[in-house]
C-alpha cells in the first residue's frame, strides 16, 4: 500500500462535538464525542443557538483530546475533513471554521463531506471488508432514504421519505407518550416489554412498485389513538403502543430494504444513521436477511449515532477520489446526498 493517509475530521452538525482521528479510512485512532444531549433534553428538542455556544466552548478541547489519544500532534495530519450539511447552520458554522483554520495553518487538504455520507461510511469503518456495491438504508433524526451505493462516494438514491423522517417520528411519537428526548432509545427500550400486535397502527406502502416512505399518518394514527384513549378515560400501556408503533416502522423499513436488495441482486444489505441502533429493525432485519440469503450489516452503537469517525471515513474515499474542496467551503444547512 501507498503512504499511510492520517485524517483528522470534525463534526459539529446538531448536539454532539466531534473530531477523530483515523489511518486510510477505516482503522480509527480516537473517535471524542461531546453531547449535548443532557442540556438539550430540558427543552424537549435541540436548542440551535445554544448548540452552536456550547461547540465554540468545546471545539479546542476536543480537537485536543483527539489527538493526544491517538498519540498524534498536528504534524502527522495529512488531510481534514468536515461536515458540511445537512445540519443546524450556527452548529456547522464551528466546525467549519475549526478545520479551515487547521488546514490552512498546515497547508494541507481540506475534505467538505456530506453527513449522510458519513453514516454510511461508519459501515466500512466497522466492517473492515465491506466494500460497494450493496443496498443501504439510511434511517437518522433527519433524513430516511434507500439508496444503491454503486462505488465509494458514488450513489443512487432510489427511495426517500415523503414527510417525517425515521428518527423524528420516533421522538415524535416519544413526545406524544410524554417520554424523554431523544425519543429512539426509549422506544426502542419500551418496544422489548410490549406486544407489537397490540394496536394495528397503519403500515404505509405508498405506490406497489415505489421506494419511498411516509411516516406522518403513523404518527397521527398514533396520536389519535392516545387522545382517544383519554377521551374514553381507557387506560394507555405505553408499552404496547411503543411497541406496535415501531413495529409498523420498522416492517415498511425492512420489507422495502428487501425488495430493493434482490431487485438490484445485491448480497448485503447496510443500515446507517441513529436509527440502525434500534434492536428491533435490526433483529427483524437479520430473520429476512436470513431467509432470503442476504448479509444484514450496521455499525456498532457508538458509530450509529453522530460522531467524527464516520465523517473522517467518508472525507478519505473523498479524498482518495481526487474530491476536495477549498478554503472556500461553505455550510450547507439542507445538502442533499445527490
Ligand atoms: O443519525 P443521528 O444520530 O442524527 C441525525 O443525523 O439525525 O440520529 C438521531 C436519531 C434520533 O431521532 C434518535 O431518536 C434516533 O436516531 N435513535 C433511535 C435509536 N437511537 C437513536 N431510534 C430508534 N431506536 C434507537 N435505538
Ligand atoms: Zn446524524
Redesign the pocket.
Known sequence: MDKDIVTLAIET??D?TSCAILRNGREVLSNIISSQIDIHRKFGGVVPEVASRKHIENMNLIIQEALDEAKMTFDDIDIIGVTRGP?LVGALLVGISSAKAIAYALDKPLIGVN??EG?ICANYIEHKDLEPPFTCLV?????TYLIYVKDYTEYEMVGRTRDD????A??KV?RTLGLSY????V??KLSKEGNPDAIPFPRVYLENDSYDFSFSGLKTAVLNYINQARQKGEEIVVKDVAASF?QAVIDVLVDKSIRLAKERKTDKIVIA???A???G?RELMAQRGQEENIKILYPSNKL???NAAMIGSAAYFNYMKNKVSDLYLSVAPNLELI
Open positions: 452538525s446538531c454532539e445540519g453527513h449522510i453514516h434511517v437518522s433524526g433527519g433524513h423522517a425515521a428518527g423524528e420516533f421522538d416519544a431523544p425519543g429512539g432509545p422506544i426502542d415501531q444513521g441513529g436509527v441502533a434500534n434492536q429493525l450509529c449515532t453522530d
